[in-house]
């Protein structure tokens, strides 16, 4: 599991007002374990929601960074919608990155 998969389990915790930290069992005979871990799926899940950019994230990209679009396009010879797709690809490949199994080391 990523870091931010915990960080967003975290955050669904704290504001359903629930003590990430605060230890928990399925069953007597389980081992304990932080409340935050029972978020991971919902928390993936919501990540995964997120996995490729809506116009609207790419219209507020575009505001900020716009300039760097033209950059990117003409570093690779291409049209300025190629420069978008390529932030589009780098948005989704750290999504995928935040979804990854391994952890960063």
Known sequence: MTMMIEK???AI???????PDELTRERP?????PQ????TPTAR?????M?????EMQTAALAKIGYEVDWVAGL?????SAGVQVFADAYT???DGALSEDKPE
Do not use: K
């Open 93 to 95: 490949a750290m999504i």
């Open 29 to 33: 005979e389980y081992e304990p374990y």
């Open 13 to 19: 915790c704290a504001q359903q007002e629930i003590d």
């Open 76 to 80: 690779m010879g291409s049209s300025y």
């Open 51 to 55: 996995r490729e950019p809506t116009e």
């Open 45 to 49: 899940a919501a990540i995964e929601a």
């Open 36 to 39: 935050w871990w029972g978020f």
């Open 8 to 10: 967003v389990a975290r």
